[in-house]
């Protein structure tokens, strides 16, 4: 099965050997985003897919993951690029398990990372994503501490970039304890606006050089 695994993965990057821009999305799935918050989300990720898709360098290679969190983590979707992408739909129900999200979106970005470098792929810094509406509930605070100090030392040797979306109620206070940058306030469920400005983001990364620094299109879909 794992030498299965491993052939397909070549095939993979050497059907297409563009560089990688990998991007996490994840994504709070708790009790409190059913109705119309998770199916504003889903109509996001639909948006997300058809924006990047029209530009063809950034279909190829943007790649995409997203994990949630609720009473559970789960990985719903493993890295792809966004041609192949298929936007799930997704569902809500329990708590908040933060801190477990945010570790298994830091191993998916390191497990990704280290079979880029057997392959001989070159990669962009990775994104992490996370929208959320409240703050972490349901586990351990040692948990979320040590995501938190994890995060925190992965940031200042640039080997991820984590932003974190604030929806409707989020505890914005809380929020900005956890990661480095300071949490962005959705204006309403204005999920679609705020895809696209990370589908454009994405793109203008995957088009700049590996390490350049890029400029990021301004936010008008939040607010610090």
Aim: glycine share 8%; proline share 4%.
């Amino acid at each position: 099965m794992s030498d299965t695994l491993r052939l397909d993965e070549v095939v993979e990057f050497a059907e297409n050997p563009e560089p990688r821009c990998p991007c996490v999305l994840l994504l709070d799935t708790s009790g409190s985003m059913q109705g119309t918050a998770i199916n504003a989300l889903n109509e996001g990720l639909q948006t997300f897919k058809e924006e990047l898709v029209k530009n063809s360098l950034a279909a190829r290679r943007v790649e995409v993951a997203i994990v949630t969190f609720d009473g559970s983590v789960n990985i719903v979707q493993d890295f792809v690029t966004a041609d192949l992408f298929s936007p799930p739909t997704l569902s809500a129900q329990g708590l908040t398990t933060m801190g477990a999200g945010i570790h298994k979106a830091l191993d998916l970005i390191t497990e990704r990372k280290n079979l880029y470098r057997a392959n001989g792929v070159a990669y962009y810094r990775p994104w992490i994503f996370m929208i959320t509406d409240g703050e972490p509930q349901g586990e351990f605070e040692d948990v979320v501490e040590q995501a938190s100090l994890r995060l925190q030392a992965d940031e200042a040797s640039k080997r991820v970039a984590f932003f974190t979306v604030g929806v409707e109620n989020a505890n914005m206070m809380r929020l900005g304890q956890i990661g480095v940058r300071s949490p962005l306030k959705l204006q309403g469920l204005n999920f679609v606006e705020m895809f696209v400005w990370l589908s454009a983001s994405m793109s203008a990364v995957s088009q700049s050089k590996v390490d350049d620094q890029v400029a990021l299109p301004p936010i008008g879909w939040g607010t610090v």
